[in-house]
C-alpha cells in the first residue's frame, strides 16, 4: 500500500460544485501539504499543517480551504469550483529532519 | 522574490550520450535543496537533498552538485528507463516549505 494516498485520483466536475480531495498517510509524519501542479508552472504549495491545530496559507490558497481531521489526514476543498482550477492536485507528507517530501500519486482535477 | 528556475525545459539524448540538467535559486538561506524524479501520472519521487556549496552526491547513473547559486544534475551514459521530468526544489525559511522549479523533461531515445 502507497505511504501517501489521495482519493479520488480523477475527477471530473462542473464549475460552481464543491469538490474535496481526501489525503491519508501512514508514514507517521506530523506535516502535511497540499500542491497544485499545472503544466509549464511547476508545483505551487496551496496549503500546508503542521499539526492538527496548525493549518497555514500557502502561495495560491485562494479559492480552497482545507481540513486537518487527524494526524494522518488532510483533505482539500474547492467551495465553489471554477474551470481554471483544472489542475494535478498532490498532497505530500514531510520527515521533519530531512525535508523531504513524499508524495502521493495526485488527484487530477477537470472543471468544466 | 525566492526563486528556482530550471534549465533546458525539455532534453533530448541518444542512450549513452551524457549530459547535465541545471538548477539555479535565489534564496535566503538556503536550507537544502532537493531534486526529484517524476514519471507522467506519477507523484514526485525523492531523488537527492544538498545542503552545503561543494556537496556532491551520487546514484546509479546520476549525480548532483551544488554551488552557491546553483545545482546541476548529471547524467552519465542515460538508458531509455531514465526518460521522466525532474524536478529542482529549494527549502525556504526552514519550515520545509519547498518552492520547485518547472522542471526539465528528459526524453533517452535507443
Known amino acids: 500500500d502507497a505511504d501517501v494516498t489521495q482519493t479520488p485520483r480523477n475527477r471530473i466536475t462542473k464549475t460552481g460544485k464543491r469538490i474535496m480531495l481526501e489525503c491519508s498517510q501512514t508514514?507517521?509524519?506530523?506535516?502535511m501539504y497540499w500542491y497544485r501542479q499545472d503544466p509549464g508552472l511547476g508545483l505551487r504549495l496551496i496549503y500546508y499543517s503542521f499539526d492538527v491545530k496548525d493549518i497555514n496559507k500557502g502561495e495560491i490558497s485562494d479559492g480552497y480551504s482545507v481540513s486537518r481531521q487527524a494526524q494522518a489526514k488532510f483533505s482539500l476543498s474547492l467551495e465553489s469550483a471554477i474551470p481554471n482550477q483544472t489542475a494535478l492536485y498532490f498532497c505530500?507528507?514531510?520527515?521533519?529532519?530531512?525535508?523531504?517530501?513524499?508524495f502521493g500519486e495526485g488527484s487530477r482535477l477537470t472543471v468544466l | 522574490e525566492d526563486q528556482v528556475t530550471q534549465s533546458p525545459e525539455a532534453l533530448r539524448l541518444q542512450e549513452g550520450e551524457s549530459s547535465s540538467l541545471n538548477c539555479s535559486y535565489t534564496?535566503?538561506?538556503?536550507?537544502?535543496l532537493f531534486w526529484y524524479r517524476q514519471d507522467p501520472g506519477k507523484g514526485p519521487e525523492f531523488l537527492f537533498t544538498l545542503y552545503s556549496a561543494g556537496e556532491e552526491k551520487e546514484k546509479e547513473r546520476l549525480k548532483a552538485t551544488l554551488t552557491k547559486k546553483e545545482s546541476f544534475l548529471h547524467i552519465t551514459a542515460p538508458k531509455p528507463e531514465d526518460s521522466a521530468t525532474y524536478l529542482c526544489?529549494?527549502?525556504?525559511?526552514?519550515?520545509?516549505?519547498?518552492?520547485f522549479g518547472a522542471g526539465t523533461r528528459l526524453a533517452v531515445h535507443p
Open positions: 505530500a507528507t514531510t520527515d521533519r529532519a530531512t525535508g523531504e517530501l513524499f
Open positions: 508514514k507517521g509524519h506530523d506535516r
Open positions: 534564496v535566503s538561506g538556503l536550507r537544502g
Open positions: 526544489a529549494v527549502n525556504e525559511g526552514g519550515y520545509n516549505k519547498l518552492i
